[in-house]
T-cell receptor, first 115, second 119 residues
């Protein structure tokens, strides 16, 4: 069974500072990996995804994530936080191949951005 | 593109009544839709996978007779919470995938969610 661990349920940064949200996965084979953002009372919006090839994935709103197989990690970063980045962030994993398209989500990390 | 809508966005009902939530893919055909529930400050938990024209597959611990799912067309899936109780109050989110489009092959597109409050 695959699982996702997000270290830190709450991360607080100053505006303009580096954002680092951590995600580690557990899977027998490298899975597909996703980062989603959720604003209050809204659904999830895909930030970026890792499916194959390039291990450094660039997403929307200046976010990027690097897939590191040796560390089983897929941490999300942004060089400079903006107030509008304040939201809940979820890392998710999905198995490769077959017909199982289910996503398994981490518990989420709440990002607050201080002025 | 790849827009998923949900209706209603919020609903309040009395205990014992049934509530239907709709999930629609607006610009693509979704042969598979997923239903999640999210409790406050918690992650999304998959309830069931809905396949067009067939019975839904429920996750362990989810009562299929309580949470009725119908996926009658390629653009619409419905979740009916039957005999709702206060503990069913939650944020219900659907997602959809399009296995035909390469763009969406590995993605699920999420609806905006429905807030259910059972009094």
């Amino acid at each position: 069974a695959q699982s996702v661990t997000q270290l830190g349920s709450h991360v607080s940064v100053s505006e303009g500072a580096l954002v680092l949200l951590r995600c580690n996965y557990s899977s027998s084979v490298p899975p597909y990996l996703f980062w989603y953002v959720q604003y209050p009372n809204q659904g999830l919006q895909l930030l970026l995804k890792y499916t194959s090839a390039a291990t450094l994935v660039k997403g929307i709103n200046g976010f990027e994530a690097e897939f590191k197989k040796s560390e089983t990690s897929f941490h999300l970063t942004k060089p400079s936080a903006h107030m509008s980045d304040a939201a809940e962030y979820f890392c998710a994993v999905r198995s490769r191949g077959g017909s199982n398209y289910k996503l398994t989500f981490g518990k989420g990390t709440l990002l607050t951005v201080n002025p | 593109g790849a827009v998923v809508s949900q209706h209603p966005s919020w609903v309040i009902c009395k205990s014992g009544t049934s509530v239907k939530i709709e999930c629609r893919s607006l610009d693509f055909q979704a042969t598979t839709m997923f239903w999640y529930r999210q409790f406050p400050k918690q992650s999304l938990m998959l309830m069931a996978t809905s396949n067009e024209g067939s019975k839904a597959t429920y996750e362990q611990g989810v009562e299929k007779d309580k949470f009725l799912i119908n996926h009658a067309s390629l653009t619409l899936s419905t979740l009916t919470v039957t005999s709702a109780h206060p503990e069913d109050s939650s944020f219900y989110i659907c997602s959809a995938r399009d296995p035909v489009s390469g763009r969406a092959f590995n993605e699920q597109f999420f609806g905006p969610g429905t807030r259910l409050t059972v009094l």
